[in-house]
């Protein structure tokens, strides 16, 4: 059986709950499959995350997927770049690449979750810090360590439970949908990784 690691947030900011945990606990609630998912619950704060992300990524698995809420998401948004810019505008591996770049393939991801009806598109920006260092330093640790490990991230709109709580009603997604998405997603990308 294939484990994976599976990451999400907890709540930061005015945020009560975090869409990102909130679809995890869903997927792991239903989800059934031929995948092991090994999944942990990151702080808001970026130093403790990597911390215990480097710690995480020494069960070598073949892939890593990090969800994070994305506020102003009207679509799942895969995220093809992390950049190494920290919460202090610093870097956050001081002799580390300016990016990476996902190697996994994820217009084919976009393309099936578009064609079941889940809105999703491929994003070119870091995303907010800490989910933009998740996404770094996932990639940079499994370089440094000499593993095989991919990852990818995935940026969820808020649940409809949040969005109705806000002053300007943004655009949200349900919980089942979200954790649908998440799912298909890990088995697109295993199935078509070397």
């Known amino acids: 059986m294939t484990r994976i690691l599976v990451t999400a947030f907890e709540p930061y900011d005015h945020w009560k709950q975090n869409a990102s945990w909130l679809t995890l606990c869903d997927l792991t609630r239903w989800y059934n499959g031929e995948i092991e998912l090994v999944t942990r619950r990151y702080p808001a704060q970026v130093g403790r995350m990597a911390e215990m992300l480097r710690k995480d990524l020494q069960g070598d698995f073949p892939l890593v997927i990090h969800l994070g809420q994305a506020p102003d998401a009207k679509?799942?948004?895969?995220?093809?770049?992390?950049?190494?810019?920290?919460?202090?505008?610093?870097?956050?591996?001081?002799?580390?690449?300016?990016?990476?770049?996902?190697?996994?393939?994820?217009?084919?991801?976009?393309?099936?979750?578009?064609?079941?009806?889940?809105?999703c598109k491929i994003s070119y920006r870091g995303g907010d810090c800490r989910c933009n260092a998740a996404f770094y330093l996932s990639q940079h640790y499994s370089r440094t360590f000499g593993m095989n490990t991919q990852s990818v991230f995935i940026n969820l709109p808020l649940a409809p439970a949040q969005a109705a709580q806000e002053t300007e009603l943004p655009a949200s997604m349900s919980t089942p949908m979200t954790s649908a998405a998440v799912a298909m997603i890990m088995q697109s990308l295993l199935s078509t990784r070397p």
């Open 75 to 119: 679509a799942i948004e895969l995220q093809a770049i992390g950049v190494n810019v920290g919460e202090d505008g610093g870097k956050l591996v001081h002799d580390g690449p300016e990016a990476y770049r996902t190697s996994l393939p994820l217009r084919p991801c976009v393309n099936q979750l578009c064609e079941a009806g889940i809105p």
